[in-house]
């Protein structure tokens, strides 16, 4: 076998800090009180947290140990498909962590804030024009909550203009979110399935769009990988009979520099700011997901706002049609830090640049594994690819097979069974930050184990060998799921 990342290296065990510590250990010394000693009532006597007692070394070996159980996108590639894993660049941690941002307080005065003000202004800015919208909100904490912000425009300006409306038309290739953001606005989904291509259909959009139908939610690109090639026309349609158009950008990453999103029809898009703009991505936050939307619909933006005017930046909550604060305050600032210093280091050539490898990456791949393994949408795609398991099923091998497999080669396994348009889905995203080498040996690996889903099958079916631990009973987790500690 070539050499591949996956190794049966040293793999420390980890007992619990209760079992490691020993009474009068410490690993840090308070400086000697300068008030009296107050003793605990009574009845408190004894009680307490129950902290064990370690040393400085204890404590840092336990955490270090932690870390080495896990899989980061700082430690190999990881081709998560739809999520975009890429390589976050450590100028944007070093900008995040300057006193001025890291340490300013939520709570602190405009005037006590003006370069985050400042900051924040100029990333509207950039977005729209990056995005072609006209105006932009900071605040969603994520992805899904700005979709829940794109859905709470929509019902807003449908009120406002006098005919409230009850659904929203839904592709097969959206992501999984878009039914349940608009769920959460009282939206019935529409669901309408894509051609042939792997994209949605005018004719279909037109069956389904009717008075009471307040939009389309449209990934574009969609979960395939491939791009909305009718966009244009469905926009059309939609707005010729009073709808709106909700563009999900997660995937923005592959079209910057290429598309317009307000030019093609889109009348609210949001961001990912950790897929397109490499920011930390995953472990539940905090996220960032700016939503862009055209100018008829700014005014229903949420509040506060950042405003400028005789020299001096404010929030300002006066917008009567706004939907209302997302957030305590105004946004994960930290994150917007980030992504605004990959902005500025990149620059405008260099963002499309950076779209234009994250495509190329993903038709090598495609190229290099088509007759490997099945592609079920042989034609260019943009930023991810999608495979599915139907090769390997004539010798007993399925996608989860694979995928615990190339565990033990010491990758992160790709998106599985997602987008369920494609049975068996195996979706590959390389993203622009890896190098070609990586991306052959990864590559290799998946040849290699679909030559033994052919040679020895069962290798696959006991995949992980090699990782800290196997291969988890799951009928047995389904069946009795152990849901305390």
Not at 61 to 78: E, K, M, T
Not at 117 to 144: F, K, N, S, W, Y
Not at 350 to 366: D, G
Not at 387 to 408: C, E, P
Request: charged share 20%; proline share 8%.
């Amino acid at each position: 076998m070539k050499e591949f990342p996956g190794a049966g290296g040293l793999i420390l065990n980890e007992p619990l800090l209760w079992e490691q510590g020993r009474r009068g250990r410490s690993g840090y010394s308070l400086p000697r009180p300068d008030v009296a000693r107050a003793e605990p009532p009574a009845e408190l006597a004894g009680e307490g947290p129950d902290f064990p007692d370690l040393s400085e070394a204890e404590v840092v070996r336990h955490y270090i140990r932690l870390s080495q159980w896990n899989f980061s996108v700082d430690a190999g590639f990881y081709p998560l498909g739809s999520c975009t894993m890429k390589y976050n660049p450590k100028t944007n941690e070093r900008q995040a962590s300057r006193p001025g941002f890291a340490g300013a307080h939520p709570l602190l005065p405009a005037a006590l804030c003006q370069g985050a003000l400042e900051l924040m202004a100029a990333l509207e800015c950039l977005l729209a024009e990056i995005t072609g919208m006209d105006a932009v909100t900071l605040q969603p904490a994520a992805g899904a909550q700005g979709e829940l912000a794109g859905m709470l425009i929509f019902h807003a300006y449908h009120r406002q203009q006098g005919r409230p409306r009850s659904k929203i038309i839904v592709p097969d290739t959206a992501h999984g979110t878009n039914p349940a953001s608009a769920a959460l606005c009282g939206y019935t989904a529409v669901p309408v399935a894509s051609n042939e291509r792997g994209v949605i259909s005018p004719e279909a959009v037109a069956s389904v769009m009717d008075a009471e139908t307040a939009g389309i939610m449209v990934t574009n690109p969609n979960t395939l990988g491939l791009f909305e090639e009718n966009i244009r026309a469905v926009a059309e349609i939609v707005h010729g009979r009073g709808g709106l158009v909700y563009g999900d950008g997660a995937n923005m990453n592959a079209v910057l520099g290429q598309v317009h999103m307000g030019e093609i029809g889109v009348d609210v898009l949001h961001l990912n700011l950790h897929k397109t703009f490499s920011t930390p991505h995953g472990g539940g936050g905090p996220g960032a997901g700016p939503v862009c939307v055209r100018r008829r619909l700014e005014p229903f933006l949420p509040v506060p706002r950042v405003r400028y005017a005789d020299g001096v930046y404010t929030f300002s909550d006066d917008y009567p049609l706004s939907i209302g604060k997302l957030q305590a305050f105004w946004g994960n600032m930290g994150n917007l830090v980030r992504a605004y210093s990959y902005i500025l280091s990149l620059g405008a050539a260099n963002l499309k640049r950076a779209s234009q490898l994250a495509v190329l990456a993903a038709n090598y791949i495609k190229e290099r594994l088509k007759g490997v393994y099945h592609l079920p949408y042989d034609r260019p795609c943009m930023h991810e690819c999608v495979f599915s398991d139907k090769l390997q099923q004539a010798h007993r091998v399925s996608t989860l097979d694979i995928a615990k497999r190339l565990m033990d080669y010491g990758y992160h396994p790709p998106t599985i069974y997602f987008p369920l348009v494609v049975p068996g889905a195996i979706m590959i995203e390389p993203t622009e930050t890896e190098s070609k080498e990586t991306i052959d040996r990864f590559i290799e690996a998946m040849q290699a184990i679909a030559a033994e889903a052919e040679q020895s099958p069962d290798t696959l079916h006991q995949a992980p060998t090699r990782c800290r631990r196997r291969r988890l009973d799951e009928t047995a987790a389904a069946r009795k799921p152990r849901l305390t500690g």
